[in-house]
């Protein structure tokens, strides 16, 4: 067993709290899901979700830590403050609004602009990864470590496609040079 790291409590608070707000913002997927088949425009209730889910985190952990400050979209509070929590309330909202599972939540805690603690949940998965500076990473409270594989040739390679026309073709190129060398490819959405 790994001994506790001094930010261990904050990664597993963290952890609880966005993985309830993602799942209360989760439910709000399926107004979505129902608006997508009718053919209505579905904006609204991605916007919706977002500040659900950015409210209940927020909100938690301004209970817990009164002392820390908050970055979000649409949301700042004691931004000159040690402890900063940094919230994307959901990351891979062109996911969310299709319907797809890979969209999640993403918090960060930075300590004097270092982030110690990471935490992410994707909650149609059903699964929060979290880790803590010098400390050990999880998956739904579980320890996890990186994988053994040490050459290309044994790994899986995960990329995402990006935005704009220019991250698109520097993914391409990395992706003609890596795709011979990788025993696979994976491309995020």
Known sequence: ?????????????AADVLTKAGDHAAAQKQDVDLIQKVGTDFHHLITQAQTTLREDTITALERIFPDYGVISPEHRFREDAEFRWVLDPIDGSTNFA???PLWGSSLALLHRNQAVVGVITLPDTGETYSASLGGQAYRNGVPI???????LTDAVVA????KT???RQRVLAAAAVLVPAAHAMSAAP
């Open 1 to 13: 067993m790994t001994e506790p790291t001094p930010y261990d409590m904050q990664r597993q608070i």
């Open 159 to 162: 990329m995402t496609w990006g």
């Open 165 to 167: 026309a220019a991250h």
């Open 145 to 151: 470590e990186v994988s053994k594989r040490r050459t």
């Open 98 to 100: 299709r319907g797809l």
